[in-house]
């Protein structure tokens, strides 16, 4: 009778290896797993830098009204010098009406991102606005600020800008950095139309350079290699070429287009100092074309 209730293992080994079998296959099934928390909905990702949504949205608009500053410029404006006396300022600080001016400003310049600029640069190479493909109408253009800085020829004066684009057809590069002054002097090569306008009439026309550096330190590396500027700029370009500090405020950048600090940007001036074209970024053919039949056309002007 015992022999019938024998146990069907002969020995203890195979015991052992019974249970580790059966608590592998415990574990293996999907009855005997804990329960698990749902996964969430996956939601699309956002879109990445430089996508098609981006590009359009920072896709550059014509410049189909005129820029610019609607006073006149003068020579000593926009110096960076406060020259209110003590007692202005005084009365100024109680001024409730100019606290929220300038709690405005404030506000402004903290909500920008500091890299904006920089990023900005990814889409169309930081293109602002694309050229107006024919002059501004001298009636209803607006003119260009004054702005003071040191030039190659005296690197201790300043200097006006107004004084020297007075009376000529100039055109003008505003750029900080040499990226963006690399993208200006695609609109003004040596060897394009331009360039040939340029060394044909210079009783006329002329070509300003306005690198802006508020930047202390930048600008004082600048003027450690000044003499490097002046062995690549003719002689006769040394008075066109302005080291500016200050007196580029956000608003003027507004009024002028050159809303991105990064970028390089160009503008034909008449004899009273009035924008009639702009162009930002690297040219492309047609803003060339339409900047030297531009040029030809003042110059025409300014003979009558």
Known sequence: MLKLFRSPFRSKSALVQLKIDFRFLHRQSPL????????????????????????DEHAPKPLDRP???????EPGENSG??????????????????????????????????????????????????????????????????????????????????NVLQGKVSVVSL????????????????????????????????????????NALKAGLIRLFMSGLRRRFPAEQHGNYFLVRHGLKDEMRDALGCVNSKVGYVYLLDKECKIRWAGSAEAVTWEKEALARGTRRLVEEWKK
């Open 67 to 73: 820029i610019g500053q609607v006073k006149p410029p």
């Open 175 to 214: 750029y900080s950095g040499t990226w963006a002054e690399r993208q200006a002097a695609t609109f003004v090569g040596q060897h394009s139309e331009l360039g040939n306008l340029l060394r044909e009439r210079k009783d006329i026309l002329q070509r300003v350079d306005i690198n802006y550096e508020d």
């Open 32 to 55: 005997c797993r804990p329960l698990s928390t749902p996964t969430s909905v996956s939601k699309p990702p956002p879109p990445k830098a430089g996508s098609s949504e981006d590009e």
């Open 81 to 162: 010098v406060d020259p209110r006396t003590w007692r202005q300022r005084r009365d100024d600080f109680f001024n409730y009406d100019k606290h929220l001016t300038r709690r405005k400003q404030l506000t402004s310049a903290v909500a920008k991102p500091y890299f904006r600029d920089w990023s900005n640069t990814r889409y169309h190479k930081g293109k602002t606005f694309w050229s107006n493909s024919k002059l501004f109408r001298g009636d209803r253009a607006l003119y260009f600020p004054n702005l003071q800085g040191n030039t190659l020829a005296s690197s201790r004066k300043i200097q006006d800008t107004t």
